[in-house]
């Protein structure tokens, strides 16, 4: 019997892991072919055993399976209930919420060909490594793991490159005097999340005028304007041998076949309905698919709503309402603190902008124990410089900002290589992150995000869902990546955050209830085997586009 110890507090339990029969070591899933020396097994006492033992963050009470990926996992409740039911499913959950981990343990059962895809290259590489870890195979099955660029590329690929954000931003920064009445980033936006994102097709200037007010970010008296730069958008893009993938899923619609015999799409926030329409084509069975993902974590422009997405699937709006989707609200990863202060962020959205929609309107549940800290830090040359000393040799920190051009900034202070951007930290998760600038370099967008609210606003336990009196108010649209991009920030770390800002009297921080005050830094410096571990991660979070880093550069 192969078995090994894990310890949730004070409790340590025994998992048995295989029985090994004849001792016929090299067939173990789990030595993977190791020569077993019996002479060189040590002896250890009890004790010693139970202090190697693997830490959980969670283990049911009563409910003794587990299951197994990088690491063990016990399922709540909720997670049980979800994990036992038939497909079709659609699961909502919070950030920690173990939903990436739930749907993998799902897939594990199907039989056929199966497909996990998400729009994080980095993302759909670490399911991957998280899939086939500790030897796992299933005989019947061959899963394929695709980040959503791939999958377009599997069924044909597109000529020319993705047009990125930059891309946008640079063309539209040569049209800006003829069309100064609009926002680069809201355009981006309704190009993607609106006018191409139609499962039917691209919107007609007709039917584009036609939206209702809450389908548009914009008012009708600009959205003939609006689609002149749609159709100038669609020019350059030949132009500049460039794609949009929303358009290639239009264009790919007539070549997508059968094929696959289970799909799992998870982060399905971040992928538009004409997109995920695609998948759902490559389906040999209809409903036999599985989607998860969190409004709360929306850093791409695309105009999500769980009501487009049920829409797919039930065209009867009333039909569509009473669809179940599945809720997780408990957080595994996040210490107390950092689910304080996440909740904090949701309340105040929601008091400043009322209900996203009722599947979204929640608080997350912190699991466990560990409080840990969050510290307001002064954007001080010193404080940074001293700081960097103590983070740049260790595998625990990582430093996140905003958008992509905001690392050479943080670059001149910060050695580490574990700096990234809002965009590449889906799926990370580090003990400590540091938050640079966040706030400080969008003090106005922040400021109009508080506007009104008083901490007294904030002295509740639930969101009760409440649909906005001016549907007119576009004020979440615009202002929704800010909130979102933060919240993703406060929720990829497992115990301590650092706030590094020069407003640090911006009044978001008076909401939030983090003030300056002494600062305590823990950092143990990374052995050479940490520092290779996590450039074997790093490998998978790059994406195809970011240059690879040495171990040197580690």
Same mark, same amino acid.
């Given at each position: ?65 587990? !299951? ?257 989707? !599945? ?228």
């Amino acid at each position: 019997m192969l078995f090994t110890l894990i310890r949730y507090g004070d409790e340590s339990c025994a998992l048995m892991l295989e029985v090994i029969s004849n001792h016929d070591y090299d067939k173990s899933r789990f030595l993977r072919g190791a020569a077993i020396d019996d002479e060189k097994i040590p002896e250890i006492g009890v004790d010693e055993a139970i202090r190697e033992a693997q830490p959980v963050r969670y283990l049911h009470p009563e409910r003794t399976t587990i !299951h197994l990926l990088d690491k063990p996992i016990s399922f709540d409740d909720t997670q049980e209930a979800i994990y036992r039911r038939p497909a079709p499913l659609i699961v909502v959950g919070c950030a920690g919420s173990g939903k990436t981990a739930l749907t993998l343990e799902k897939l594990k059962h199907g039989e056929g060909e199966m497909l996990y895809v998400t729009h994080s290259a980095y993302l759909a590489q670490s399911a991957r490594a998280l899939y086939y870890a500790n030897g796992f195979e299933h005989a019947a099955q061959e899963a394929v793991f695709l980040s959503y660029r791939e999958f377009v590329e599997s069924i044909r690929v597109p000529p020319g490159r993705e047009a990125g954000w930059r891309d946008f931003a640079g063309w539209f920064a040569r049209l800006r005097q003829a069309f100064k009445e609009f926002d680069g980033h809201q355009v981006f936006e309704e190009i993607r999340g609106v006018l191409a994102a139609a499962p039917d097709g691209v919107l007609t200037r007709d039917e584009y005028l036609a939206l209702g007010i809450r389908q548009s970010i914009f008012p009708i008296e600009l959205r003939d304007k609006l689609y002149d730069l749609f159709e100038k958008y669609r020019d350059w893009l030949a132009e500049a041998k460039l794609y949009d993938l929303n358009l290639v899923a239009q264009d790919w619609q007539r070549l997508a076949a059968p094929r696959y015999d289970f799909v799992v799409i998870d982060e399905v926030q971040d992928i538009t309905t004409v997109q995920l329409a695609l998948v759902l084509k490559t389906l040999r069975e209809p409903g036999h698919f599985l989607l998860c993902g969190d409004f709360n974590q929306i850093v791409h422009p695309n105009f999500f709503s769980w009501s487009q997405v049920k829409s797919l699937f039930w065209k009867d709006p009333k039909l569509a309402e009473r669809q179940e989707l !599945h809720v997780l609200t408990a957080n595994f990863r996040n210490g107390l603190e950092a689910t304080r202060v996440a909740n904090q962020l949701l309340k105040i959205r929601q008091r400043r902008f009322v209900s996203i929609d009722r599947e979204s309107n929640f608080l997350v549940q912190a699991v466990g124990s560990d409080t840990g800290q969050i510290a307001l830090m002064p954007d001080k040359e010193l404080g940074k410089r001293e700081l960097d000393q103590k983070i740049r040799q260790s595998t625990q920190f990582a430093v996140l900002v905003m958008r992509d051009e905001d690392k050479v900034e943080a670059r001149r202070y910060f050695a580490t290589p574990l700096l990234f951007s809002i965009h590449e930290a889906k799926g990370f998760e580090y003990e400590n992150i540091i938050l640079y600038r966040f706030i400080s370099d969008h003090r106005a967008e922040f400021s109009d995000i508080v506007e009104g609210v008083a901490r007294a606003d904030l002295a509740v336990e639930t969101l009760d869902y409440r649909r906005a009196k001016d549907k007119s108010d576009k004020s979440l649209e615009v202002y929704k990546f800010f909130v979102n991009a933060l919240y993703v920030a406060l929720t990829r770390a497992i115990r301590n955050i650092y706030i590094i800002e020069s407003d640090t009297a911006h009044p978001l921080f008076a909401l939030l209830d983090l003030s300056l005050g002494q600062v305590r830094v823990e950092a143990r410096q990374s052995t050479l085997g940490d520092w290779q571990k996590e450039r074997a991660s790093w490998s998978c979070k790059a994406s195809r586009n970011r240059p690879k880093r040495s171990v040197a550069q580690f």
